[in-house]
């Protein structure tokens, strides 16, 4: 049974760091495109980044480039994502999510497998 289990969210104050973790199971994910999604209360859930099997390809959206940093170790079936430099409205339930192909997307649907989110809350 596939599995995406996120971990490492929490709360902190604006302007600390956090690492989330997304270990897979079930699978191997070393071919798929892995992103990352937010959802705050109220909201539509957005992109925030993905990563190819080659992580040297990776994408962000604008509000979180130069502060996230999504990276991939495909030994451990694990991608993570740095967020640094915080702020209240990084607050939301973060999701993985796995997308059986090999090029970057943005689109939800474009995903097969998601996590259950892990909850990441910024004071200010």
């Known amino acids: 049974q596939v599995a995406l289990v996120e971990s490492g969210g929490g709360l902190v104050q604006a302007g600390d760091s956090l690492r989330l973790s997304c270990a897979a199971s079930?699978?191997?994910?070393?071919?798929?495109?892995m992103g990352w999604f937010r959802q705050a209360p109220g909201k539509e859930r957005e992109f925030v980044a993905a990563v190819t099997w080659n992580p040297g390809n990776t994408d962000y959206s604008d509000s979180v480039k130069g502060r996230f940093t999504i990276s991939r170790d495909n030994a451990k079936n694990t991608v993570y994502l740095q967020m640094n430099s915080l702020k209240p409205e990084d607050t939301a339930v973060y999701y993985c999510a796995a997308a059986n192909q090999r090029f970057i997307t943005r689109v939800s649907g474009s995903y097969n497998y998601w996590g259950q989110g892990t909850q990441v809350t910024v004071s200010s």
């Open positions: 079930g699978r191997s994910f070393s071919t798929w495109s």
